[in-house]
């Protein structure tokens, strides 16, 4: 059963998690970085990074540039971008993988 609470509670939810694609699309506007580097800088746990970026590469929205050590691991990952002018300056791979 719905209620009036229930109904506001997944609102509330629906625009928190909005709100972190948001806050992960707008972030890679102006950085390359991979998940955990987004992680470091915005406070979103890599675990939703993950999800969002999922869907930002349904959308198109998002490239992946390079995969190189990862600044905050040390490992081998995908640095992304959502820039398509970033993305060309360095070298991108297409979301598609193309």
């Known amino acids: 059963m719905t ?5 506001l509670t997944s ?3 629906d ?5 972190q694609k948001e806050t992960i ?3 890679l506007q102006n950085n390359v970085a991979t998940a955990s580097m987004i992680s470091k ?3 979103i ?14 959308a198109g929205a998002l490239r992946e540039v390079k ?3 990862c600044a905050v691991t040390g490992f081998k990952a995908w640095y992304l971008t959502t820039n ?3 993305a060309r300056n360095i070298g991108e791979r297409g979301s598609n993988g193309i």
Do not use: W
């Not at 209620?3 to 109904?7: A, L, R, V």
């Open 3 to 7: 209620t009036p609470f229930n109904s």
């Open 41 to 43: 800088a915005t406070g």
């Open 25 to 27: 699309f707008l972030y």
């Open 67 to 69: 995969k190189a050590p």
């Open 84 to 86: 398509i002018k970033l």
């Open 45 to 58: 746990s890599q675990k939703n990074i993950c999800r969002y970026k999922r869907d930002l590469e349904k």
């Open 11 to 13: 609102q509330l939810k």
């Open 15 to 19: 625009n928190y998690f909005q709100k």
